[in-house]
């Protein structure tokens, strides 16, 4: 079986977030850049069921622009056997990489995909649902704890007030949790040996995705700095300033 | 209960004439001066007629003015972090501590000429942070840097994990103003970096561990911030290994080094232990762990490309086995952890005598086997704790008792062993032409023992700087050189 991950390219989750001086979006010059940290765990998880017997090949696949190699050769140092970068400048939206990681799909027939819940850029929390639904596959969103067992699967997740178990059959969808493992680190002959790995490249033409977007974003603004706070020198004064100056009470 | 102010019988002065002679804020009663009357690690306690904390420089003036006039002596005080006791007054009647506290403001930032001048009572992390908001590195950087002050660390001439690349405190610094012992005001907050105009005084302050006068404002040095910032860390045989890791670090990523940490597998251990945050990163244990830092002018895939290329020929070379880079802050960050949780792992797993100690780079790997060798032949099973700035010669040489007698029941019995422990250690340091405190200062932690290794020349000619700026003996007596 193989495995599909999906890893992106997005600012380092401890970086500040400043507003570009257009105000069309996020300021990525010159920062941090990271892989998404629930990637990171879908990687790990991917690898696990790997090293447990049940995966032959896990691919690391990217969108977006060239740097995203970058994003795949730390999945490669993590143990993932091969990459695919689809490469393009192009604003990509969570329907537009389902469209693409379909096609991808659909050309490497893995028995499972395995994508984050969320990216912690836009935080949309679409991309694995919308696959699915494409390739009108089962899946599992928010998993917690995944065991498979031939071309069964079971998963828990957690839900409010409590873990809900699902089973499916292969070929499926997840997305992680971040309670789902603790992902590892990248050791030198790892690193060492991903520079080998082979990495495709394509572009969403070769694949003949449309990537168009369907949302525009008119305009990006920090939020309103929060107001320093005040002491005050007595409760008749607090009172006061509650009635007249914020005209709460 | 506050006390109340008293009058001072001898002098006929006191509380009310010193709260009179300054606009900031006096500290009178017990419980308000208690945190100012101990030391931050809880060894040394003193006493003070009160705790001044002036408002403004011109307030500094007056408080030391009246203490030349009263006869009082005083006892400057930043974040009281400081690790030899400095800052803590003795048990005098007559001790006034002067906490630099609240003059803390940011005065310029000049983004051309690179400096900022700052208030001596800013701490650490509020220059850092006023720096990186005008796009500028202030590189100095200490696990204590929420609560030291500029002013404690140029007196303590602080050093911390970039020294390699950046130089201590004293490196950083390029003007000062002191308030003297005698009340005058020094104005030198010159932003130059060449000014050959005689004895340079600014640097006889730095380090003096407030035993001179006061320092009240520093011009510093900024410097750019880099694109990109990368950690790994090697496992590596012995220090010698290490060293050798080092010189090609050094040769390879030449100014990019930032931080070369040693750290010996006890460390690792330890922090596992006291620390299930941060577990052991490699499944096969390893003598020695060294953690690298690269700054990268260029992008992340320079520095990427760089610091691969580095551990790999090192690889190639068999002076590391294996290696992690963390590809992600928050993993850069883990990685420090372990090195930063260190010292509180050790003081949780208990008593330990420690040593801050620098010694010539290429002595560092015979001086760790056989300072080693020696203190395991006069007190068997003791376990060295063995990290620090390798780069830079400077080592904490840390002893902890055998791991069958540490016991709290055996407490005492180790820690008195500590002088001969010492003595062993620094020793060896001295016999490599080592320096006996290389980051913390004398303070009255290491006054003696340093005296011991001085040179009669080398302390009389301390004993006459004293004397010179300081006739009267009224900064912060007792500290650095013995009565
Ligand atoms: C967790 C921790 C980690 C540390 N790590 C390091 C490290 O890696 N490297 C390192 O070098 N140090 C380290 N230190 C110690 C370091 O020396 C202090 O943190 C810092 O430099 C002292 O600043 P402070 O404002 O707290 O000074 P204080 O402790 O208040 O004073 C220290 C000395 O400076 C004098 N002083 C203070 N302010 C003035 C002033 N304005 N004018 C004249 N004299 C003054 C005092 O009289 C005293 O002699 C560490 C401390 C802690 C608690």
Redesign the pocket.
Known sequence: MKILVAVKRVLDYNVKARVNSEGTGIDLANVKMSMNPFDEIAVEEALRIKEAGKADEVIAVSMGVSQSQETIRTALAMGADRGILVETDAELQPLAVAKLLAAIAAREEPGLVIVGKQAIDDDSNQTGQMFAALMDWPQATFASSVEIDGEQMKISREVDGGMESLSMSLPALITTDLRLNEPRYAKLPNIMKAKKKPLDVMSPEDLEVDISSRLKTLKVEEPEQRKAGEIVGSVAELVDKLKNEAKVI | MVDKPQLNPETGSGLDDLRNAFEGRLLFSEADMEPFLID?RRRYQGSALAVAQPASVDDVVKVVRWCVKNDFYI?????????SG??TPDNGERNIVLS?ARINQVRAVDTVNNTITVD??CTLAQVRQAAEQAGRLFPLS???EG???I???L??N????QVLRYG?ARELCLGLEVVTAAGELWQGLRGLRKDNTGYDLRDLYIGS???L????AATLKLYPQPAARMTALATVDSPHAALELLGLAQQQLSASLTAFELISDVCLELVAEHFPQCPKPFEDASPYYVLLECSDAESQAHATECFEALLFEASDKGLISDAIIADSIARSNSLWALRENI?EAQAAAGKNIKHDISVPISAIGDFVVQTEKQLLSQFPGVRMVVFGHLGDGNLHYNVSPAADLSGAEHADAFVGLQSQINKVTHDAVAAVNGSISA???L?VLRRDEAARYKSPVELALMRSVKQALDPHGRM?PG?VLPD
């Open positions: 931050w006892v400057p005080q930043g974040g009281n972090t400081g690790m400095a800052a630099l001596a009572g200490l696990p204590s609560s030291c002050t002013g404690g660390n007196s303590t602080a050093g911390g994990c201590n561990e407030g035993t006068g006061v320092i009240t010292s980051e913390h200062g303070g912060n500290k």
